[in-house]
């Protein structure tokens, strides 16, 4: 199977583990590392490369929004707001999170109370522009 670009414009979602390092209960501040992307082949046998998250990462931090679900449609989901995010070898990190708790939206309570306890999921959602299928046969 020759290598080949497809173009789609459907969001695709990636979902990975986080360490806490320190909690802030009053403020809603969790200090913790996510490998929000990294560069390994996902469950769905995808990857994204670590150097894609460059290009918009400067950009993306002037409004570090953190939103449940990836619904952009709903200000509720709106839940927090990430403190830093750097691209390693390793792929997209987040360092920090900052909760809106306690402030009437019971969805950052409940995402900070799940985030506080490790059980939280956190993944990068995206719209592939293009991509090059892996041939197996090659390798």
Do not use: C
Not at 23 to 44: C, Y
């Amino acid at each position: 199977m020759p290598n080949e670009t497809v173009t789609q414009e459907k969001t695709i979602y990636k979902t990975f583990r986080a360490e806490i390092k320190e909690i802030d209960a009053q403020a809603g501040i969790i200090n913790m590392v996510i490998p929000m992307s990294t560069g390994a082949e996902d469950r769905d046998e995808e990857v994204i490369e670590p150097a894609a998250f460059k290009k918009w990462l400067k950009e993306f931090m002037k409004r570090p929004i953190l939103l449940s679900s990836h619904m952009y449609g709903d200000l509720r989901k709106q839940i927090g707001e990430f403190k830093g995010l750097k691209v390693t070898d390793e792929g997209l990190m987040a360092q920090g999170l900052e909760y809106y708790i306690g402030r009437g939206n019971d969805e950052a309570d409940w995402g900070f109370y799940l985030a506080s306890r490790g059980m939280a999921a956190f993944s990068v959602g995206f719209i592939p522009k293009k991509w090059e299928p892996i041939d197996e046969e090659k390798d």
